[in-house]
């Protein structure tokens, strides 16, 4: 059973930043793309930022671009998506995602 489970989000101000986690089990990120997913309330799901199996061709939406940094640690099994200079816009439930498998959600939310 593939598993992935998200941590790090919460209430930051505009400017502040947060690391988000996304612990996975049962599949090896090594051998995978792994992608972060972000939901605003009252909206779709938004492609946030991936990096490739070999852990090279990183790629992000233009909205975060400069901001956020997606990174993974193999011997961890876990990747990370660094996010810094938050903006309100920024707020919303954010997902890891593999293949067809997606983590719960961690909630963030950039406020004053």
């Known amino acids: 059973q593939v598993e992935f489970v998200e941590s790090g989000g919460g209430l930051v101000q505009p400017g502040g930043s947060l690391r988000l986690s996304c612990a996975a089990s049962?599949?090896?990120?090594?051998?995978?793309?792994v992608a972060w997913y972000r939901q605003a309330p009252g909206k779709g799901p938004e492609w946030v930022s991936s990096?490739?199996?070999?852990?090279?061709?990183?790629k992000y939406a233009d909205s975060v671009k400069d901001r956020f940094t997606i990174s993974r640690d193999i011997t961890k099994n876990t990747f990370y998506l660094q996010m810094s200079n938050l903006k309100p816009e920024d707020t919303g439930i954010y997902y890891c995602?593999?293949?067809?498998?997606w983590g719960q959600g961690t909630q963030v939310t950039i406020a004053s």
């Open positions: 049962s599949i090896r990120l090594s051998q995978y793309s």
């Open positions: 995602k593999s293949e067809e498998y």
């Open positions: 990096i490739g199996s070999a852990g090279m061709s990183l």
